[in-house]
């Protein structure tokens, strides 16, 4: 089945920089990865997501990269709030498994005032 | 976009007992939805996927006949804990996608289950 690597597992920003998430995937036939932004106890809320026939997307400060052929893909996140501080997960999924979601193990993004 | 709503946000129960979260999509209809479970800090793993109509289906390592899902209608899904464990205690979480919507690839999660078995 599918394996998604998440990398780092916590990181610290100072407000005003940029924080990078990356991830690896191991089945190529994956073509939907969103990312998910999880706050303490609450539901996951989709951020942004970037399907497998597109290279990067972007939605104000929020962007996704994606290489198909080394099978990585990242968030970056410019111009951090403090309340951009979270647990962000990535995700691949194929559309023949009807789009069931396999989660990296989370990064915990703490944005320091 | 869409509304997933899930019931009881939070329970506790006495080991040995059974407990049902309910999942309901509630302005769209959802042939498929799926059931995580996430442990405290760490990731949502994929339990099952529930099929309108007709079997989950089960990830490895998930016991079928501890964590009954019934999915009888379009818009509503159901997971049982059966004689739940101590160890079963963990945030459950739902998700659906609109497939009549043009994103219809999005996930979108219930409020989740935060279930503890004393």
């Known amino acids: 089945g599918e394996n998604v690597e998440q990398h780092p597992s916590t990181l610290s920003v100072q407000e005003g920089d940029s924080a990078v998430i990356k991830c690896t995937y191991s089945?190529?036939?994956?073509?939907?990865f969103p990312w998910y932004k999880q706050e303490l106890g609450k539901r996951p809320q989709l951020i942004i997501d970037?399907?497998?026939?597109?290279g990067e997307k972007k939605d104000q400060r929020i962007a996704v990269t994606l290489n198909k052929t080394a099978k990585h893909f990242s968030l970056h996140i410019t111009e951090t709030q403090p309340e951009d501080s979270a647990v962000y997960f990535c995700a691949a999924s194929l559309s023949n498994s009807g789009y069931a979601l396999n989660f990296g193990k989370g990064t915990s993004l703490l944005v320091t005032p | 976009g869409a509304v997933v709503s899930q019931h009881p946000s939070r329970v506790i129960c006495k080991s040995g007992t059974s407990v049902k979260i309910e999942c309901r999509s509630l302005d769209f209809q959802a042939t498929t939805m799926f059931w995580y479970r996430q442990f405290p800090k760490q990731s949502l793993m994929l339990m099952a996927t529930?099929?309108?109509?007709?079997?989950?289906?089960?990830e490895q390592g998930v016991e079928k006949d501890k964590f009954l899902i019934n999915h009888a209608s379009l818009t509503l899904s159901t997971l049982t804990v059966t004689s739940a464990h101590p160890e079963d205690s963990s945030f459950y979480i739902c998700?659906?996608?609109?497939?009549?919507?043009?994103?219809?690839?999005?996930?979108?999660f219930g409020q989740g289950t935060r279930l503890t078995v004393v």
């Open positions: 089945d190529s036939a994956s073509n939907y």
């Open positions: 529930s099929n309108e109509g007709s079997k989950a289906t089960y």
């Open positions: 998700s659906a996608s609109n497939r009549g919507h043009i994103r219809n690839t999005e996930a979108f």
């Open positions: 970037i399907r497998s026939n597109v």
